[in-house]
């Protein structure tokens, strides 16, 4: 049993005596007590008692009632009253507080210990049911967000598409010596980047339309290495573990190699300068494997086995307070306005109804994984 720290607000030292007596011996703590209502509102605030047990006739001016309904406004903690009085009349007036229980003197032991006890549990009920609901608020906060970017980018690239076809034209209808074609050849170009900046955004939304079939994860990769190879800098050494045979998932090639690359390209960034290495690793594991701390944080696993892309360089490593924000667009410890690397990584592995999972100390290195269900369907030749 916790030691519950519990307060004894009673105006007869005697009895008050008799109550921390009978609460120790049950196995909680008493941790103040006190003869008047405001004598209480102190002492809860400086104790922050788990429980508080009040008498209703108290010294002074304030009675239990009033001094528990003012100790729920400005510290939320339980009450239960404990006292000889025990008429309708009384019981009325103490509904107001909203007590956690009602005993009346005397009492057994076993009577207040299972009044301390549910008491407790329903307060620790309600703190749980409380974050809950915050959690659910933010998720349907980040849900309704998510629904309305996805409709801003869906207009704004339409426009896009209507500006770059009417320049084309423009372009085609110009003479090829006159001084405005390159301006409107530059002006297509920032059009195009501004278009993929809003595919990304979509991706990193999780909405997109691309076709899905069955492909070899470790294929995928080794299709992509002689690219990634090359990129990668000359200080950094890149390993790799692929099977003959990866796990085989239900996703879209082109975008699982964007994965790899923003994985790498994160990775090399965070070595820097100096010699490093890094791991490119994919293997299949079970969904009891997978860890608990992940990206979406309300995912839950559907198929029983994953394949799992794993990328771990030896880098700075990530800092404690970053992880949370780490997959925001544009969010990097390295660079301002890096971009949306990972936030596409996250995007992809959400429309493949997968999850990223980080693990990362300051100064240690990171490890980036991506889990993505694993498909028994045969792959395409």
Request: glycine share 6%; charged share 20%; with cysteine.
């Amino acid at each position: 049993m916790p030691n519950h720290k519990v307060m004894i607000v009673e105006d007869e030292e005697i009895v008050a005596a008799d109550i921390q007596t009978s609460i120790e011996k049950i196995g909680y703590s008493a941790c103040a007590t006190a003869s008047s209502g405001r004598e209480a509102i102190e002492k809860a605030g400086s104790t922050k008692p788990d429980l508080i047990l009040m008498d209703i006739v108290l010294k002074g001016t304030m009675d239990g009632i009033e001094t528990a309904a003012q100790i729920k406004e400005l510290y939320k903690i339980p009450v239960v009253y404990l006292t000889a009085f025990g008429e309708d009349g009384t019981l009325q007036r103490a509904k107001v507080a909203e007590p956690y229980g009602y005993i009346t003197k005397p009492f057994r032991d076993r009577d207040l210990q299972i009044a301390i006890e549910i008491s407790i549990y329903k307060k620790q009920a309600e703190v749980e049911k409380a974050v809950l609901e915050a959690q659910n608020r933010q998720l349907q906060k980040a849900e309704s967000l998510g629904r309305m970017a996805g409709a801003i980018v869906h207009h704004f690239n339409n426009m896009l598409q209507v500006i770059i076809g009417n320049m084309q034209i423009a372009i085609r209808q110009m003479p090829r010596d006159a001084g405005s074609v390159k301006n409107m050849t530059a002006a297509m170009q920032a059009a195009r980047e501004a278009e993929a900046i809003t595919n990304q955004t979509m991706t990193y939304l999780g909405d997109t339309s691309d076709k899905l079939e069955p492909l070899d994860l470790c294929d995928l990769c080794r299709l992509a290495l002689p690219v990634l190879q090359a990129a990668i800098p000359k200080n950094v050494v890149l390993e790799t573990d692929l099977p003959s045979r990866g796990p085989t998932v239900i996703a879209n090639a082109n975008q699982i190699q964007q994965v790899l690359i923003n994985l790498l390209t994160n990775a090399w960034e965070s070595v820097g300068d100096a010699q490093g290495v890094i791991h490119l690793k994919v293997i299949t594991v079970s969904a009891a494997v997978i860890p608990t701390t992940h990206s979406p944080a309300d995912w839950q696993p559907q198929d029983s086995l994953y394949g799992c892309i794993e990328v771990t360089d030896t880098g700075c490593g990530i800092e404690h307070s970053d992880l949370e924000k780490l997959f925001d667009p544009f969010f990097s410890s390295k660079f301002i306005g890096r971009g949306l690397g990972l936030a596409v990584v996250l995007g992809i592995a959400k429309a493949h109804h997968g999850i990223v999972a980080v693990q990362s100390n300051q100064g240690q290195g990171s490890t980036l994984r991506v889990f993505l269900p694993a498909s028994a369907e045969n792959v395409v030749a």
